[in-house]
């Protein structure tokens, strides 16, 4: 099975960024993380990262027919973004919804996912550990496949 991992605007500065809130670990250790649970679910992973809401949109239309299961975490747009959210249903490919940090715990404005209701699950305030279970999700998700 093949998963596409897209990351949103800012996430790239991971480990600088609101360290208090996302943690002193960077991008590059993420995607080493996500990597590393991708090899021992025996799943292949491709990634995509931008800061720009219409570079998501493509590649989320790319995928159409690529990939078996997408994992995005669309960071702010996620509580903006009719366009991420219209490009998910229109390749209706299973896809879960990270969040680093707990939405629901923070500023009202963050309590909305867009995204989130083309999403088949969401997973977040669990850290890197949200995309180790979103990848675990996907890939048991498409092994029950009848
Ligand atoms: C985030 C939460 C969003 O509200 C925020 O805009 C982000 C990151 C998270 O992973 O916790 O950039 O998606």
Redesign the pocket.
């Known amino acids: 099975m093949k998963l596409l991992v897209i990351n ?4 790239n500065l991971l480990g600088v960024r609101e360290k208090e809130i ?1 943690g002193a670990q960077t991008y590059e250790s993420l995607l080493d993380y996500i990597r590393q649970v991708c090899d021992q679910a025996g799943v292949e992973a491709d990634f995509f990262q931008s800061n720009h809401e219409g570079a998501i949109v493509d590649a989320i239309q790319a995928a159409y027919g690529n990939y078996q299961g997408i994992v995005i ?4 747009y ?2 903006t973004s009719v366009a991420i959210l219209d490009a998910l249903k229109a390749v209706s490919i299973p896809a879960v919804e990270v ?3 707990d ?1 629901y715990q ?1 500023e009202p404005f ?1 309590h909305v996912s867009y995204a989130g209701m083309a999403c088949v699950k969401s997973f ?1 305030g669990l850290g890197f550990e949200g995309y180790r279970q979103a990848v675990l999700f996907l890939k048991e998700r498409e092994e029950a496949r009848p």
């Open positions: 949103g605007p800012n996430i996302y975490n669309p960071a702010a996620t509580h969040h680093l940090s939405i923070r963050r977040y």
